[in-house]
């Protein structure tokens, strides 16, 4: 029975076709939709402010039940879903704000402001991603997701499909820190036996993560996608060889003066190997006889990836600055504002625009996206999404609270970002790694102790519900405690 159990699972998940790209838009359009009507009420009635197990309760239904329902009751209605979100924000944005401290011009003896800001923004950004990733790795065993938001086979667009490769743009996003604060220090230079040694240390955590969940799937007979990754590879191991060959391009990003280019250069080499030789072949076809064969998918999509984690960058580059263009200090926190969308909008527009070139029949080269081979469209949809999604952010932010970037010493910025930020989408961003292990932690309990294939809707959404709640009480408990674990 266990058996057949394992190969009824495998078979869920197998051999699907994906859905609409325009569907997973909308769909994933919740998560800023639910941040807008969580900005208009702290913005104009400051009811965060006061964190009570009330406000708790009402943070906790947008940033997370609302994302809950896009993927599962109401997948089939997205469009709907963020009218219900966006129009009463608009309403309460109509209202008179709430009156809250002015900001004035900074002492002698103020704080000065940090060399990277505090960007809201990013953080919802990467708190909101961090929420449905969580819900969607347990949500996909349940017959009330629907098939096509779950990773495709081959060829084809998903939700997860989404996730993943948003997961690892993130992840280059917030890479761009170290090296921001690095570059400020005029003729220090980085050796690259020292980024090396620097990136090992981040990658040992995550490939001895990569080998317990491998030791478990095995040992625990758990149901397992093979063409997704292959036999013993799995995305650990992918996150975790990420570093040091991240490090081995930061000399060649640094000569070029641009992650962007370098990402576009990684996929193209990439793609162009899988149409002129026999790699596309050999990754969809080739016989399972040793371990490059056995493993051949994980293997050859991180290169993929690896463009994905540096257009992350180039996007961290832009947004985590305080001063990136050059003679900042002459404009005015509005301008300085005005000048990030309009950036963030060419980025989204330039991702967009390439992205369409190389998958439309019509007037571009009309490759297929595969998330199995990562390649050259994947690297792109992926890039185009996460930035018009960071640009969305970042609009909601500067429109709902101006205070963010009009702020003048470091303790009114603190004052103002703190004002502008959901504790539960913090929370998920803070420690976002440790919750994702402990999600795939919970998700893997559940499908051990519950024939999830034989629940209904409402049944599973109590399992889902609780999981949320969970996972959530665990993200705010370290918040609390104002703890941050780094792997």
């Keep these: 029975m266990a058996q057949r159990y394992k190969a009824l699972k495998e078979d869920f998940v ?19 939709a639910a941040y807008l009507l969580w900005s208009a009420i702290q913005s104009r009635q400051r009811y965060f402010d006061n964190y009570s197990p009330v406000a708790f309760l009402v943070d906790f239904l947008l940033n997370v039940g609302a994302i809950l329902l896009a993927i599962t009751l109401q997948s089939g209605i997205p469009v709907i879903l963020n009218g219900l979100l966006v129009l009463p924000a608009q309403v309460i944005f109509a209202t008179r704000p709430a009156l809250g401290k002015k900001l004035r011009k900074p002492d002698k003896d103020h704080e000065r ?40 086979e081959t060829w084809g667009t998903s939700l997860m499909d989404m996730g993943v490769g948003s997961f690892v743009f993130a992840a280059g996003l917030v890479s761009a820190r170290p090296i921001i604060i690095q570059s400020r220090h005029i003729g220090e230079i980085i050796s690259l036996g020292k980024l090396l040694r620097d990136s090992l240390r981040s990658s040992v955590p995550l490939l001895a993560l990569g080998l317990i969940r491998l030791y478990s799937v095995k040992g625990l007979e758990y149901a397992e996608h093979v063409t997704e990754y292959g036999v013993h590879w799995n995305f ?13 391009c930061q000399p060649l990003s640094a000569m070029i003066s641009s992650p962007a280019l370098l990402s576009l250069l990684i996929s193209g080499i990439y793609q162009a190997s899988l149409d002129f030789t026999s790699l596309k072949s050999y990754i969809l076809t080739a016989p399972r006889t040793d371990i490059l064969s056995q493993n051949r998918e994980g293997i050859f999509s991180f290169w993929g990836y690896l463009a994905i984690f540096m257009a992350g960058q180039a996007i961290g580059f832009e947004t985590l600055d305080r001063s990136p263009f050059g003679t900042f200090a002459l404009f005015s926190p509005l301008e ?37 081979l990562a390649n050259f469209p994947y690297v792109l949809w992926v890039s185009a999404f996460n930035t018009t999604q960071i640009t969305a952010y970042c609009l909601i932010e500067t429109c709902l609270f101006p205070g963010v970037y009009r702020a003048l010493d ?11 930020t959901s504790r539960i989408v913090n929370a998920f961003n803070r420690n976002g790694l440790v919750i994702f292990l402990v999600a795939n932690l919970l998700t893997g309990v559940v499908n051990l102790t519950l024939d999830t294939l034989s629940m209904g809707p409402w049944g599973s959404m109590v399992v889902l519900g609780g999981y949320a709640s969970l996972l959530t009480a665990f993200a705010v408990g370290l918040d609390i405690w104002d703890l941050s674990i780094k792997l």
């Design 14 to 32: 197998s051999n699907l076709s994906g859905g609409d790209i325009w569907e997973i838009n909308w769909v994933t359009a919740v998560a800023p």
């Design 336 to 372: 300085k504002r005005k000048r990030l969308i309009f950036r963030m909008t060419i980025w989204s527009i330039l991702w967009s625009v390439t992205y369409l070139l190389a998958s439309t029949l019509s007037y571009g080269l009309n490759i297929r996206i595969s998330r199995r």
């Design 113 to 152: 402001m940090k060399l990277l800001p505090i960007r809201p923004f990013i953080t919802a950004y990467r708190g909101g991603m961090m929420i449905i990733t969580c819900l969607a790795i347990l949500a996909v065993d349940f017959r009330i997701f629907p098939r096509r938001f779950a990773k495709v």
């Design 236 to 248: 650990f191991f992918t996150l975790g060889f990420l570093p040091p060959f991240v490090a081995l």
């Design 410 to 420: 470091a303790a009114s910025e603190r004052r103002e970002c703190d004002k502008a």
